[in-house]
């Protein structure tokens, strides 16, 4: 089993290469790189397979790892269809959400009622440590809204710990599934947990 210290050296290394990998995959399809980043691609992966293989029992670092997985498995599709659109002469993924961008112009928003509580972010859970994608949206989420209204932000630990709790709690009172909903009203933000019964049929 390997030590705590040498899982977050490895982690942080992950963490490094995929942004390295990010960069040089939109390099390639910018059409500033003449090849894409195999080399990179598989340093990472491979440091993926290690880390998947590795018992990490410290939760933090587990959860660190899930949402780097997460993060590179999401990239890997988006990746992969650009390849093959480009083998095809097709636009692909990247050029055909800035063409969509540009084509739309955005429309001019009235401003919100501020003595009407605004739904900013709903996210549902069953096991938090299995959505670390919806669960780093939702702190992501919560964090831009008290900024906003100069709020002070909690650590991510810290807020993971209470939604895992929250989630628990409800599920042991029957509750199979918990949404959590950031909103805003009268200049203060709020986090609510409430439990979804699910449907019956």
Do not use: C
């Amino acid at each position: 089993m390997a030590d705590t210290p040498e899982i977050e050296r490895n982690l942080a290394l992950l963490e490094s290469e995929l942004r390295r990998l990010e960069a040089e995959y939109n390099m390639y399809f910018a059409g500033r790189s003449p090849r894409p980043p195999v080399e990179t691609r598989r340093r990472v992966d491979q440091l993926v397979r290690r880390l998947d293989n590795t018992a990490i029992t410290n939760y933090a670092d587990r959860f660190r790892f899930s949402t780097l997985q997460a993060r590179f498995m999401k990239f890997l599709d988006l990746w992969d269809r650009g390849l093959r659109a480009r083998e095809e002469g097709r636009p692909g993924p990247f050029v055909s959400g800035r063409a969509s961008r540009a084509e739309k112009p955005k429309e001019p928003t009235p401003p919100p009622d501020p003595h009407t509580e605004q739904v900013l972010h709903v996210a549902s859970f069953t096991d938090p440590a299995r959505e670390p994608v919806k669960l780093r949206q939702l702190y992501d989420r919560l964090v831009e809204a008290r900024k906003s209204v100069g709020e002070k932000t909690v650590a991510f630990d810290r807020f993971v710990h209470t939604v895992a709790e929250q989630v628990r709690d409800l599920k042991e009172q029957g509750v199979p599934e918990v949404a959590f909903r950031v909103g805003m009203k009268d200049g203060k933000v709020s986090l609510t947990a409430k439990g979804m019964k699910g449907n019956q049929s």
